[in-house]
C-alpha cells in the first residue's frame, strides 16, 4: 500500500514540477524581453521576475529533497541544503507578501491619514518590508545553525541530557520557522481586508452616483483580490504542510507522512505561479498567444487527408 502511494505522489510531484517550472520561467522571460524591448521595468513586473526566479530556485530544491528522501531515507538532509532552502524559500515568501503589499497601495483608495502617507512613501514601506525580511531570516539560520551542532552532538553519545537539549533546539526551530511563515501571512491577511474594505467603499460610491459596477476600477480591484486570497489559501497550505512534514523527521520518522505533505507543499510555488498568469493581463495574453502559435505550427505541419 505505501508503494502503490509512494508511486502515486511520485507522478503528482513530476507533473507539478514540470508545470511549476514551465510557468515561473514563462514569467521571467515574458518579463524580461518586454523589459529589453522598453528598455525599462514597472514594479510589479519586477516583483514578479524576482519571484519567479526564486520559485525555480525553490523548485528544483523541494524536487531534489523529495526524491532523495524516497530513495535514501536513511540520509539525513544536510545542514547546506537546509540554509539554501531556509534561504530560498524566505526571499520567495517575502516577495509573495511584497505583491500583496504592492497591490494594496497601488490600487486601494484610502481615507485615513495613515494609510495616504504610507502610500506616499512605497519605497520606504518596501525598504522596511526587506529589512524585516532580512532580520528573520538571520534569526531563522542561527536557529538552524545551533539545531545541527545540537543534533551532532546527540550522534557523539546518547545522553539524556543532549536529547532533551535537541527536542528543546527542535520546538526552537518549529517555533522560528512558524514565525517567519506567519508574519507574512498575516501581512497578507491585513491587505486582503484592506483591499476588501476599498473595493466596499468604492462599490457604494459608485451606487450613490448610479453608476454600474462594472467599471475599470472594480475589475483590478477584483482581480487583485482573487490573487491575494489564492496566494493566502496556497500558502496557508504550504506553511501547514511544512511544520507538519518538519515535524515527521524531527519529532517521530515517518516517510510516507513526510512525503505525502512534502507533495502537498511543493503543489504551492508551482499552483500560485499559474494563478498570477491567468491574474495578469499580460502574461496572460501573452501565453494565449504562444497556444495559438503553437495550435497553428502543428496544423500547418500536419499532414493534409488525401482522400478528403
Known amino acids: 500500500m505505501a508503494s502503490v502511494l509512494q508511486s502515486i505522489l511520485t507522478i503528482i510531484v513530476t507533473v507539478v514540477f514540470i508545470v511549476g517550472n514551465f510557468a515561473n520561467v514563462f514569467i521571467s522571460l515574458v518579463n524580461c524581453s518586454d523589459w529589453v524591448t522598453r528598455q ?4 510589479v513586473d519586477g516583483i514578479l ?3 519567479a526566479v526564486s520559485r525555480i530556485v525553490l523548485l528544483w530544491i523541494m524536487f531534489i529533497g523529495w526524491f532523495s528522501t524516497l530513495f535514501n531515507p536513511v540520509i539525513n538532509i544536510g545542514i547546506t541544503s537546509h540554509v539554501l532552502w531556509t534561504t530560498v524559500n524566505h526571499f520567495s515568501t517575502w516577495i509573495a507578501t511584497s505583491l500583496s503589499i504592492f497591490y494594496l497601495f497601488k490600487i486601494a483608495s484610502f481615507s485615513s491619514h495613515i ?14 518590508t526587506i ?4 532580520i528573520l531570516l538571520l534569526y531563522t539560520l542561527v536557529v538552524i545553525s545551533i539545531n545541527e551542532r545540537t543534533r551532532m552532538k546527540e550522534h557523539e553519545g546518547n545522553v539524556t541530557w543532549k536529547t532533551e537539549l535537541g527536542t528543546t533546539v527542535f520546538l526552537s526551530f518549529l517555533r522560528g520557522v512558524t514565525l517567519v511563515h506567519l508574519i507574512p501571512f498575516v501581512t497578507s491577511i491585513v491587505c486582503c481586508l484592506l483591499l476588501t474594505y ?3 467603499r468604492h462599490l457604494s460610491q459608485m451606487r450613490q452616483h448610479s453608476k454600474g459596477s462594472q467599471d475599470p476600477s472594480t475589475e483590478v480591484h477584483v482581480k487583485a483580490l482573487k490573487t491575494v486570497v489564492s496566494y493566502l489559501l496556497l500558502f496557508a497550505m504550504y506553511s501547514v504542510s511544512i511544520i507538519i512534514s518538519g515535524w515527521s523527521l524531527g519529532w517521530f520518522w515517518n516517510e510516507t507522512v513526510y512525503l505525502l505533505f512534502q507533495t502537498l507543499a511543493i503543489m504551492y510555488p508551482s499552483s500560485h505561479s499559474c ?3 491567468c491574474g495578469n493581463r499580460k502574461l496572460k495574453g ?3 498567444l504562444g497556444v495559438w502559435q503553437a495550435r497553428y505550427l502543428l496544423n500547418k505541419k500536419k499532414p493534409s487527408n488525401p482522400y478528403q
Do not use: D, P, W
Open 40 to 43: 525599462r521595468i514597472y514594479a
Open 198 to 200: 476599498s473595493l466596499h
Open 49 to 51: 521576475t524576482a519571484l
Open 131 to 134: 529589512l524585516v525580511c532580512l
Open 115 to 128: 494609510l495616504l502617507q504610507l502610500k506616499k512613501r512605497f519605497k520606504g514601506v518596501f525598504v522596511s
Open 275 to 277: 494563478v498570477l498568469i
Open 286 to 288: 501573452a501565453f494565449m
